[in-house]
């Protein structure tokens, strides 16, 4: 099970709030100080992602923020029920009002995260999509004598 | 926090102070910000970044349409800012290139290439 779980109304002003939990779980977990701005800023990038998929693909379901602590890596998944394309085209059914709009946004905020983060991995399926990503943790200077 | 925002003229140049967390939920108001000013005739913005606490890649989309708009009127879009976390995001996504970015209001003021 996950150390934190964190569901959400696909809202935008919900975002912050997933933020700071993940901020908090990560600097408790032993994430390094001068990443935390940077594991703010990637879990912000793929919520905010999140929260655009289900609301342009009017699905209530909320969006899931997995915060894992383990040994020696912390790990953040980001879950969406949106349906993607296999080819990583639109999916059917989506408004081609905004799309372009829509889509620079997206694939800047997978810059962010790619930019930010090195251990990253987008998967995509009918069901759903995440993004994983993983800082090491280091260890309390006082355990390494 | 939220988002704040205040304008000020200085001669043909309009400054924007922005100040809190400029993510998906308060990006919008940034960019009407930005719209209604391109509207009433202020083609030459500099936005004062100097009091942001965070910004993603949403309130990056509302610069680059803020730059859109006055390029639109052969206007201008410079930048104030100092914070190493803020210039991070701008360096990653390449935009460093795209904007002016200056050390003070002062020095993106008197700029004029």
Known sequence: MATVELRFSALPEHVRTARLVAAAVARRAGVDEAVLDEVRLAVGEACSRAVGLHQNGGISAPVKVLLIEEEKQFSIEVGDEAPHAASGGRAPGDTPGDTDAETEEDEMGLAVISGLVDDVEVSAGESGGSIRMRWPIVPPAGLLD | ?113
Do not use: W
Request: one cysteine or more; proline letters at 2%.
């Open chain 2, 1 to 113: 926090m939220d988002l704040s925002l205040s304008t000020e003229t200085m001669g043909d140049r309009t400054i924007v102070r922005v100040g809190g967390e400029i993510d998906v939920y308060t990006a919008p108001k940034l960019r009407e910000q930005l719209v209604e000013l391109v509207n009433d005739g202020s083609f030459h913005l500099v936005v004062d970044m100097e009091g942001v606490d965070f910004l993603d890649s949403t309130g990056l989309g509302v610069l680059v349409g803020g730059l859109k708009r006055v390029r639109a009127h052969e206007g201008s879009l410079r930048l104030v800012c100092n914070q190493e976390r803020i210039l991070k995001i701008f360096r990653i996504t390449g935009l460093t290139k795209v904007f002016p970015i200056h050390t003070s209001v002062e020095e993106a003021v008197a700029a004029t290439d």
